[in-house]
C-alpha cells in the first residue's frame, strides 16, 4: 500500500467524525450508536440524512454546511476515499457530519427504525448485470425501510440511463411517490441548490457532456415490493470505457 493511503488511513482512525466499522468489526464489536445517533454522537435532535457510496462525501459536507440544523452521514467502504471530506470536517469543525466506513450491505446494522429520514444514493455502479448489487434493488430498499422514517426520501443521482430507467420502473410498478423525476436535471429546470451539488464523479460524467438524471421518491410501503422487468433496457454502452477516454471510433453515441 501507498505511503499517502497509509497516511490517510492513519488520520481516519485519529477523526471524531470518521467512523470504521467493515464487516470484521462490526460483528466483533456491534455499532454503539444505533438508536442513540443524536443523543450520544451529535449531541442534537437534527433529522438525519445518509449520502451512500459517498466517495470523497462532496454531498455530505455540503449538506452540512448549509444546513446546520440537520445532520449528515457518508458512508462507503473506502476509507482514503471518504479521507477527503472527513478532513474537510475535522479542520473546519462541522459538528453535523460524519463518515462512516462500512459495506452498504450491512446498513441496517448501524441504524434504528425511524433513525433516518432522507438518503441519498450518489453514482452508484449500475450494476447492469447484478439486480441485487443495484443500490434501488428490492434487497436494498427494503433494508433502507428497516431505518427509514415513515414518509422518508429516497434520492438516487445518476449519469447512468440504465439505472434510472430500471429505477424509475421500479418505482412506478411499486406505486411509489415521485417527488422529482427527470432524466436531465440541469435541462429540466428543476435544479435547486440541494440537487445542484456536484460530486466528483458527477464532474467527470458532465464534463464528458452526460446528461444527469434525479429521482426523489416516497415509498409508501416497503413490504412486498416487486421487482420490475429489466431485461429490455439498454445497457449503458460508454461504462465499458474509462471516464477519460475520448470516444471509441467504432461507438456511435450521439451523447459521448
Ligand atoms: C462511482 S463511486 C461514486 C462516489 C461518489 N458518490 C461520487 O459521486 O463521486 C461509487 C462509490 O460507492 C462505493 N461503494 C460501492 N459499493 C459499496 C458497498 N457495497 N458498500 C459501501 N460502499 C460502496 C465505492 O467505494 C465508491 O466510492
Known sequence: MGKNKLKKFADMSTF???????????LKEGFPYVGK???DFFGNE??????LGCGKGEYTVALAKSNPARNYIGVDIKGARMWSGAKEVEETGIGNAAF????????DKFFAPGEVDEIWITFPDPQMQKTRKRLTSVRFLQMYGKFLKPGGVINLKTDSPFLYEYT??????????????????YGSGMADPVSSIKTYYESQWLSRGKKIKLLSMRVPDFSN????DSSDIEKDDYRAYPR??????NVSSPDL
Not at 467524525?17 to 464487516?23: G, S
Not at 415490493?225 to 420490475?228: F, I, N, S
Open 16 to 26: 471524531r467524525c470518521a467512523l470504521q466499522y467493515p464487516r470484521e468489526v462490526l
Open 37 to 39: 445517533w443524536h443523543e
Open 46 to 51: 437534527g433529522g438525519i440524512t445518509l449520502e
Open 100 to 107: 462512516l466506513r462500512a459495506e452498504i450491505e450491512n446498513i
Open 168 to 185: 424509475r420502473r421500479l418505482a412506478e410498478l411499486n406505486g411509489f411517490e415521485m417527488l422529482v423525476n427527470t432524466d436531465d436535471l
Open 225 to 228: 415490493l416487486q421487482e420490475p
Open 244 to 249: 477519460h477516454t475520448v470516444q471509441p471510433q
